[in-house]
């Protein structure tokens, strides 16, 4: 919350890149098992679903993501590509939260009334708008692999992550539609499709060369 709210909030959605309609389509699947849950008074499913979205997708996975796009100090992202950073972490995380509020009544409430002045349970839970089912859910799974793999590759070779890579990341064909964010997050000289030299996930989803 602290990270999302240090952004002003757009006012009017940008034109969105693919990875921010994937975490979309991903959140669209999460919501529709949760208020489905919900209508049959089960807290169980809710409380896991939430849970393992928003630490391991939204926190672990795409906020990392985005983060370079999102302060865009370097001046390497438009200024509508850095918008649709900042509105994407905006719709996610406040919807999150009214999922959430349910079952993390006082928490979120803070949170929401700290963020808008007001108490989140005076807010409804709408379902999931169905454009949100356009995006490419499959497209958040491959980078989530492709991330943990340099993490694992950097963690091996005793770097940090933040550290950078002198190197050219081949990836699979489908996930260059997220090229340009992971270069940036991961500090490569390039993402590429194809095969590099070295192999650096025991999966074959990425190299480097």
């Not at 999302?4 to 991903?26: C, G, N, W, Y």
């Not at 995380?93 to 009214?98: D, I, P, Q």
């Not at 260059?176 to 390039?190: C, F, P, Q």
């Not at 030299?197 to 060369?209: A, C």
Request: glycine share 4%.
């Amino acid at each position: 919350s602290r990270f999302v709210l240090s952004f002003p909030e757009p006012q009017h959605k940008p034109q969105l890149m693919p990875v921010d309609t994937a975490i979309l389509a991903r959140l669209y699947e999460v919501a529709k098992r949760v208020i489905s849950a919900y209508g049959d008074f089960d807290v169980y499913e809710p409380a896991h679903a939430l849970y393992n979205f928003i630490w391991h997708d939204f926190a672990d996975h795409y906020i990392e993501l985005v983060k370079s796009r999102a302060y865009n100090r370097e001046g390497v992202y438009t200024e509508e590509e850095q918008k649709a950073a900042i509105w994407t972490l905006y719709t996610v995380w406040r919807y999150s939260l009214k999922l959430l509020a349910p079952i993390m009544p006082f928490v979120t409430d803070k949170i929401w009334r700290e963020a808008y002045g007001r108490s989140i349970h005076d807010e409804t839970i709408e379902d999931p708008p169905e454009e949100w089912r356009g995006g490419d859910a499959a497209l958040f799974d491959l980078v989530k692999k492709i991330n943990s793999a340099v993490w694992r590759y950097k963690n091996r070779n005793g770097m940090s992550l933040a550290d950078p890579l002198n190197a050219v990341l081949y990836v699979p064909e489908a996930a260059i539609a997220a090229a340009k964010d992971l270069k940036y997050m991961h500090k490569v000289t390039d993402v590429r499709p194809g095969r590099g030299t070295q192999q650096i996930d025991e999966e074959g989803i990425v190299w480097l060369g």
